[in-house]
């Protein structure tokens, strides 16, 4: 039968973890995702919009009169059920485990941190790790090594720039000992700042297409009605080590951490990098990569990668695997898409996809993961995690009630069975 090689999705039924009660006023956000040692599953999420004020439980503000609330929920029958636990107030909440507790790190501007010593049933009250900054930094993956945590947060270096602040955020290395109590300050580590505006010239960029459209420093361009671009950046990272000892950029001390990151440049098919490197004394230096020849390198192909994505080492496939957005349409002209459709062309939603490689440069298609087929629709912004043979999916997701497939309506949870065997 002709459709018979038709590509078909990997996981298109979801259970709802959150549903919003009022789609055009309170919008679901940021979906992370852990699995507890005993199986059982740890979510969370923020809520934004209008609407959150008149919500019961803890909420933060980034900005004067705009609150946002978190939530995290547990599952202890693989994801077919969720029980809600708790809220507080920050965002980007993201869950992972360290020593016998789990902990959800985000930031209310500043970095914040919950934990918790009874497998998600209760959490402590938030403690701050800065005072008096501008952090950033989607729920991305969690990297263990020697006995430490790394993750990555994003410090905005210029809090005063105009416009979504790509150009200016610092993805910034943090390490702490697993069995330190990871709510105080002095048990992190953390790497030199290094801004996308500060590392790449973006001006003196050539001959593939980066940046897509042309913004002045200090602007925001119309490229059409209803439809900005800012100067281009990068952000949402995530922790990438190579342990092959073949690869170009693999480090034999073990010093070193590969930030991949979303490229924010107008245009689709690439991720920012950067690294991170350990030093003898405990510091941890951020700078560019180079290749072979001597050149920097700061872009790499990455299939999804305008968009946030999730990268996940497998140890019993040595393969890392690669969650993002699949664009259709992001050579349409901005002032021809559709209205409903949200921001520039590159900015697509709708499309959930799965890639595996053995080398974080040459990807290979493992599937199409869901999708859905209105613009306002969408599935993106996804995390995941390995459980067992399966591999567990939170989607930022949508439906027609969604008011635009950014804002949607409700975070859902799919499985993907025996996902090794996709492999090729």
Known sequence: MPNDYKVRELAPDFVKIYESADPEAI???????????????IATLDLGGKGVAALPGAKGELEPGRPWQGKVFTSDDGGRT????????????RPFIAGESVYI???????????????????????????????HQAPANVHYAKGNVYLVMERTTDPDYKGWQVSVLAPVLMRAQLNNDLTQRESWTFASELSFRDAVPEDELNYFGVPFYKVEPGTIARIAPGRPAVRIGWLETNVVQFTDPNHYFHDPQGRTFHLWMRAHTGGVGFANIAKAVENGDGTITTMLETVPSGKTIAFVPCPGGQMKFHILYDEATKLY???????????????????ERFDLPYNERHRLQLH???????????????????????????????????LLILSRSGDERAVTAHNGNFISFHRIANFRELVY
């Open 321 to 339: 695997w690669l969650l993002s957005s699949q664009t259709t349409d992001s050579m349409t002209r901005a002032e021809l898409l559709p209205q």
């Open 105 to 135: 790190l985000g930031h209310c501007n500043d970095l914040m941190i919950i934990r918790s010593d009874d497998n998600g049933e209760t959490w402590s009250e938030p403690a701050a790790l800065t005072k008096g900054e501008k952090w």
């Open 82 to 93: 969720w029980e809600h636990r708790a809220d507080f107030p920050f965002i980007h909440g």
């Open 27 to 41: 919008f679901a956000y940021s979906p992370g995702l852990a699995v507890l040692p005993g199986g059982r599953l």
């Open 356 to 390: 595996f490689s053995k080398n974080g440069i040459d990807w290979c298609f493992a599937g199409l993961v869901a999708k859905t087929d209105h613009t306002k629709q969408a599935r993106h912004y996804a995390s995941m995690a390995i459980s067992g043979e399966d």
